[in-house]
């Protein structure tokens, strides 16, 4: 009865590999969203998606590819991973624009 | 830019007592704000929200008030619990659907 799950929960990594994190939420949400978490907690938006439409894209390097197949879902692909890449990474979901934000319980992403 | 910011990044607090967690932020254009609770090795967990056309909204144990005047956020939590230690974080929202989340502020419980 998870409402937002992520997969995996911890991914340790090489610098250069190409690597996925998936997301899935069952609320029936239509907006979902990709945050980074730093080492000093300080949470930022990445993505987010309306209907498996782009909706925001901060300045997120082009190694970052978030996909959409269908609205309970939003994966995010990593190209060429860097060590500054190791993060927190929190999917979330909202019923629509200007509502609460629901959040997975994150994925640790170390790159050595 | 914009950004939202807490006054202390660190409150201890015993048992029983009451928490107020502080925050500001600089948008004023922002006119939806969210108080989560994040504990250790989870993701956020919502707690309140309020919009701008209030200034005072209660729930179970804690009240978020809003003073717009000087773009002020706060989260009371009453009867404090060990439970309730965590890191807070304050969010503002305005019509980018963006949430620009503050620094955080650990809470402390000790009996």
């Known amino acids: 009865d998870t409402a937002v799950s992520q997969t995996p929960k911890y991914l340790v990594t090489q610098m250069g590999n190409d690597k996925s994190i998936k997301c899935e939420q069952n609320?029936?949400?239509?907006?979902m969203y990709w945050y980074k978490q730093d080492s000093k907690k300080f949470l930022k938006i990445m993505f987010s998606?309306?209907?498996?439409?782009?909706?925001i894209n901060e300045t997120v390097p082009n190694r970052f590819s978030p996909k959409s197949p269908d609205k309970a879902h939003l994966n995010l692909h990593i190209n060429s991973l860097e060590l500054g890449d190791s993060a927190v990474y929190f999917c979330?979901?909202?019923?629509?624009?200007?509502?609460?934000?629901?959040f997975g319980p994150g994925t640790r992403l170390t790159v050595t | 830019g914009e950004s939202v910011g807490l006054h202390l990044p660190t409150l201890s607090v015993q048992e029983g007592d009451n928490s107020i967690i502080n925050c500001a932020y600089s948008?004023?254009?922002?006119?939806?704000f969210i108080w989560y609770k994040q504990e250790s090795g989870k993701g956020p967990q919502f707690i309140i929200d309020?919009?701008?056309?209030?200034d005072k909204r209660q729930g179970q144990r804690v009240t978020v008030l809003l003073n717009k005047t000087v773009k002020h956020l706060s989260l009371q939590i009453a009867a404090t619990q060990p439970g309730d230690s965590a890191v807070y974080f304050c969010?503002?929202?305005?019509?980018?659907?963006?949430?620009?989340f503050g620094t955080g502020t650990r809470l402390q419980v000790f009996p």
């Open positions: 979330a979901s909202s019923p629509g624009q200007g509502r609460e934000q629901y």
């Open positions: 609320l029936g949400h239509d907006t």
């Open positions: 998606y309306n209907n498996k439409e782009l909706i």
């Open positions: 948008n004023s254009a922002s006119d939806y």
């Open positions: 309020i919009r701008s056309n209030m």
């Open positions: 969010a503002e929202c305005s019509n980018t659907d963006k949430l620009i």
